[in-house]
């Protein structure tokens, strides 16, 4: 599997953006999907997590309420809905998958995209 994050930039505080990950392979449905981000001078964190067919999703307690995790199968596109933004989602932002159920451990997963940059500025 291949995955390409896309949709970061530069937002003010308390905007919105969205993140997709694109994803190659006919097996896409068959794999979990997580989203994790790094700041600079920071551990690689886990922000979110969805399963396989989308019928469960995880959150990090710093996101929980303000970011949305979905998936379109159809398309092998994972997206990532980020509202009420904040300066300390200032990261990296990237995708990455596993085989059925997502965790919050980065090594866990087989596959990573290159990821996005989300600045968040006043």
């Known amino acids: 599997v291949q995955l390409q994050a896309s949709g970061g930039g530069l937002v003010q505080i308390g905007g919105s953006l969205r993140l997709s990950c694109a994803a190659s392979?006919?097996?896409?449905?068959?794999?979990?999907l997580g989203w994790f981000r790094q700041a600079p001078g920071k551990e690689r964190e886990f922000v979110a997590g969805?399963?396989?067919?989308?019928?469960?999703?995880y959150y990090a307690d710093s996101v929980k309420g303000r970011f949305t995790i979905s998936r379109d199968n159809a398309k092998n596109t994972v997206y990532l809905q980020m509202n009420s933004l904040k300066p300390e989602d200032t990261a990296v932002f990237y995708c990455a998958a596993r085989r059925v159920v997502p965790t919050t451990r980065t090594y866990e997963y087989d596959y990573w995209g290159q990821g996005t940059l989300v600045t968040v500025s006043s």
């Open positions: 392979g006919r097996t896409f449905s068959t794999y979990a």
């Open positions: 969805i399963n396989w067919n989308g019928g469960s999703t």
